[in-house]
């Protein structure tokens, strides 16, 4: 289980040196369940990564407003902990919640924006962007 992202942030205050963090990045990856096999199609694969990575969006309208449940995966260490960052900043939010929310504001607190590379930081704003897309699916009026 994932810890929350209140968590993470203090975990990554604690870190001195960027080697740590990544260990962390990627411990935080391997604390996610694995994505099933019925899971990692073509309609769950994030483009504009250099590595594969799958998103799984799920809606619970249980509660009437739709929340995103977030499952995810990649072949890559760090990128699939970065998966599950944004696991625990989104999943379980409401969709409006969602689109309120400036992910990269985390970023920048982590300082992953300067420590990623342009392509991993590329991956990463295509995640983001595909989460969004889906919360805007997700409050937009049935025609």
Known sequence: MLPSIDEI??????????????????ELGRMMPPLPAEARVDANKVLGCASQVWLETRLDRSEGE???LLRGDSDAHIVRGL?????????????RDILAIDPQATFRALGLAEHLTPQ?????????ERIKRDARTAVAPAS
């Open 66 to 68: 739709p929340r995103l």
């Open 9 to 26: 942030l203090s975990n990554f205050e604690l870190l001195d040196d960027w080697e740590e963090r990544y260990r962390y990045l990627i």
């Open 120 to 128: 991993r930081s590329n991956g990463l704003r295509s995640m983001v």
């Open 83 to 95: 998966i599950a960052l944004l696991i625990a900043l989104l999943s379980g939010r409401t969709a």
